[in-house]
């Protein structure tokens, strides 16, 4: 998964509590200043490459688009943030990025395995 697609990702975790999340929002704030810039067609492609990243990991129907309006994140697949215990002597600065990563990556884990005990409680 891309930086970027890890901070869409991060974005749609973080909003996932409103209905749906307007297309301008996720520019702006994936793209900052130059969000204003970016088509359309930019932010499919994130979407469609985001959605098969989780495909990959075996999530299946995250992302939910609204036509004409953005997207919202599906509500009957659980989302739960892991926090890490940090002990004095271990404090260390670390980078945003890697933290971002490492918490998107067990979020990743988790979610394919619940889809996982999800298939093998269908059968």
Do not use: H
């Not at 495909?55 to 992302?63: V, Y």
């Not at 943030?81 to 990025?97: C, D, G, H, L, Y």
């Amino acid at each position: 998964m891309t930086p970027m697609r890890a901070r869409c990702l991060s974005l749609l975790i973080a909003k996932q509590a409103e209905k749906v999340i307007n297309k301008g929002t996720i520019t702006a704030e994936l793209w900052g200043e130059r969000g204003q810039f970016v088509s359309d067609a930019n932010l499919t492609q994130l979407l469609y490459l985001l959605r098969k990243d989780l495909r990959d990991a075996g999530i299946n129907d995250f992302i939910i688009t609204v036509p004409r309006i953005g997207i919202r994140v599906n509500q009957e697949i659980s989302v739960t943030a892991v926090v890490a215990r940090q002990f004095p002597s271990e404090q260390k600065k670390i980078k945003p990025e890697t933290v971002l990563l490492s918490t998107l990556l067990c979020l990743l884990s988790l979610l394919a395995t619940m889809g996982l005990f999800q298939a093998i409680a269908a059968n």
